[in-house]
């Protein structure tokens, strides 16, 4: 009757969580979720009682999702994190339990060829999309943080790029004000160089779109279209 069940703790490590400012509510969710799930196919109670076992199934369950296996990896390691966190498991136990969990090696990127991007570009025939795809290609920026550059995150004299943690927008949809906000993958600031010859082309696309408040908003396309969006 005085043993811990995992549920307890569970309850205990997420209120932690919480205290934690960098962590927002969709990272706390997902712990929740996720550690919930373990116990519901491993029925384990405690967590002195999990076995490397109970880790391979619950790999198989993420599998039977169709999660990729880098998803799997992700997932059970944030399990692993709250097993750990416990301090019910030897340092030995989590080493095995470990084990179960797959490693995934991403493989290193393979450049294009100048004729390869050359053929892109002339594909494109759309100025925004082919700056847009120059940007991706010349900064190594995520997909999401280039569709979200403002030209405040732009500094064209400096010929940086600021990508913030989280950021919110207030943007007018069909005569609503509305606030499109946009978090990071890793939620921590960085500064990205512009190379020289992107910066021309930015700075030109400027001026023929001086008052939109995205770098790559959509176009208002007619009286009712909302436009200047991510």
Not at 42 to 62: K, S
Not at 76 to 90: D, E, I, N, Y
Not at 143 to 148: F, I, N, P, S, W
Request: hydrophobic share 40%; charged share 30%; proline share 4%.
């Amino acid at each position: 009757p005085n043993r811990t069940t995992l549920a307890e703790f569970k309850k205990a490590f997420i209120v932690k969580k919480r205290d934690v400012k960098k962590l927002d509510k969709e990272t706390i969710s997902a712990y929740d979720h996720l550690i919930t799930e373990f116990m519901e196919v491993t029925r384990r109670r405690y967590a002195e009682d999990v076995t490397e076992a109970d880790m391979g199934d619950f790999c198989q369950a993420l599998r039977a999702r169709n999660l990729t296996e880098r998803s799997v990896m992700n997932y059970a390691g944030s399990v692993l994190t709250f097993l750990r966190a416990t301090k019910m498991l030897t340092a030995a136990k989590i080493d095995e339990i470990k084990e179960a969990i797959p490693a995934v090696v991403d493989p290193l990127p393979v450049s294009y060829t100048k004729a390869q991007y050359e053929s892109l570009m002339a594909a494109i025939t759309n100025e925004r999309h082919r700056l847009y795809f120059q940007t991706l290609l010349m900064t190594g920026m995520r997909e999401r943080e280039a569709t979200h550059l403002r030209w405040d995150n732009l500094d064209l004299e400096v010929g940086s790029i600021r990508i913030d943690p989280i950021q919110q927008t207030q943007v007018m949809v069909r005569g609503q004000e509305k606030v499109i906000t946009f978090k990071s993958k890793n939620r921590k600031p960085r500064f990205v160089t512009v190379p020289t010859e992107l910066l021309t082309k930015l700075s030109e696309w400027r001026k023929k779109v001086p008052d939109t408040v995205f770098v790559f908003g959509t176009p208002k396309r007619n009286m009712s279209s909302t436009g200047d969006l991510p």
